[in-house]
């Protein structure tokens, strides 16, 4: 025992670990703004409860599926779905059918019939500091793609990976406009990479992130979605999963 080199440590909220940390880091690293503090609303994926009849790579192989597994079938609830990342499926979305729909949330990813008001998913708090910091009113296209190009960025991954283990990123922002646009256009160029799309200004999208670090095989922390989202997107799990936080909402401003 007289030899082990013991080292006093002070867990503090909210997290009381029992590991050393580098606390200036932390400091600097909190005075980011954790996405779950971004959006006012979110939601984790769904889960059918039955993936191997509900979910198929093509329509027609749905079909199949779901006349032998229902004896019935109706093409409307055919849906997209962002499965794994990268592999986007198809779903019969029959919300009587789904174990975990979340349907009132998915409806912000879904097409309407008719024109449908949209709105900004982001705090009055959050919008309000982003505006008085760059004295200039972004969209939020601009917005998402910086948060995006951040959290790919190598840097923040390695310099942060001991806090991005335990919680929500929290996202620095630069004090120049310039350096924010900059990274704001890269991070949209990465979206359009990884949606295989580009980026319509009020259109469906939204951005899916892991509340934990995940530190086996390849890093998974977030990856942008415009439908229907899989829980296990990025892994499953209670902490694997990602949590979707969409940048517009369907309905009035009070919602």
């Not at 093509?58 to 006349?67: G, T, V």
């Not at 449908?116 to 998913?121: K, L, P």
């Not at 283990?165 to 350096?179: C, N, Q, T």
């Not at 439908?227 to 209670?238: A, K």
Request: charged share 25%.
């Amino acid at each position: 025992m007289e030899s082990i080199a013991w080292k006093a440590l002070s867990p503090t909220a909210p997290f009381y670990l029992f590991i050393p940390q580098d606390e200036r880091l932390r400091m600097e690293y909190d005075r980011g703004v954790s996405v779950r503090e971004m959006f006012k609303i979110s939601s984790v994926g769904i889960v059918t409860g039955k993936d191997c009849v509900l979910i198929a790579s093509n329509e027609k192989q749905l079909e199949a599926q779901i006349l032998e597994g229902y004896k019935e079938f109706d093409s409307q609830f055919v849906k997209d779905i962002a499965y794994r990342p990268f592999d986007l499926m198809k779903i019969y979305y029959d919300t009587s059918k789904v174990t975990r729909p979340r349907g009132e949330f998915m409806r912000h990813f879904l097409p309407d019939s008719t024109p449908t008001q949209r709105h900004e998913n982001f705090t009055l708090q959050f919008r309000e500091f982003i505006d008085k910091k760059y004295s200039e009113h972004f969209s939020p296209e601009q917005i998402l793609g910086y948060i995006y190009a951040v959290l790919f960025h190598k840097d923040y991954r390695e310099k942060y990976i001991d806090f991005l283990k335990i919680d929500f990123p929290k996202i620095p922002f630069v004090a120049s406009k310039e350096k924010f646009l900059k990274l704001s256009a890269l991070g949209q160029r990465l979206i359009e990479t990884h949606l295989m799309r580009p980026i319509f200004e009020g259109g469906s999208i939204g951005l899916n992130v892991a509340r934990q670090f995940k530190v086996s095989s390849v890093w998974q922390c977030a990856i942008a979605t415009d439908t229907i989202t899989d829980f296990s997107l990025m892994g499953g799990g209670n902490t694997g999963a990602g949590t979707i936080f969409p940048l517009y909402i369907k309905g009035g401003k009070s919602e």
